[in-house]
C-alpha cells in the first residue's frame, strides 16, 4: 500500500499497528483511513473534531467523502481505538483510548480548554466510592464553568452595567 510521503517514520509505523488490529476486526487498510488516522495522530494534542479532520484529511485527499471519515471514526471508537468526548457544548472531538486518563476544564463563554492530570480528581473519586457507594468512571471527566479571563471580563461587565446603571 502507498504510503502518505507527508507521513513520518513513527506516525507510519502506529498507523501501520492500528491497522493491523483493525484487519484483524475483519476491517480494511485504505488510503484514506491511513490519512484519517495521520491526522489523528498529527493532532492528538487538541483532540480534533471530525469536521478538523475531514479538513484536514481533504487537503491531501479531496475525494475523500465527510461519511467515510465520520464511519471510520464509528468503527475506530467501536474497537476501542479511540473516544469521542464532548467538552461543553461545543463539537465531538476525538483521541485515543490509551490517552484517555485525563480530564478537560472547558470554559462555556470562550471554549477555551486545559488538560488536568487524572490523578488531581483521584481524591473525588475516592469520597464519591466511600461516602456513596458508587464507582465513577472517572478516565474522562470534563468539568464546565469559566475561565479566569472570562470570569474575569465577566464581572468587569456587570461592575460596568451596576456602575451605569446606578442613577440616584
Known sequence: MATDPALNGTVDHRIDEILYR????????????????????????????????TSSV??????????????????LERLGIIRAVTLGAGPTLYHFSEDADHHHLACELCGRVTELPAELLAGVRGTIQRDYGFDVDATH????????SCGTADHLQRES????????
Open 22 to 53: 483493525i484487519r484483524e476486526a475483519g476491517g480494511r487498510a485504505t488510503l484514506p483511513r491511513r490519512a484519517i488516522l495521520a491526522v489523528l495522530l498529527e493532532h492528538q494534542d487538541v483532540h480534533p473534531s471530525a469536521e478538523h479532520i
Open 58 to 75: 481533504r487537503r491531501r485527499y479531496p475525494d475523500v467523502a465527510d461519511s467515510t471519515v465520520y464511519r471510520f471514526l464509528e468503527e
Open 141 to 148: 471527566l470534563t468539568l464546565v464553568g469559566r475561565c479566569t
Open 161 to 168: 452595567v451596576r456602575f451605569h446603571d446606578h442613577t440616584h
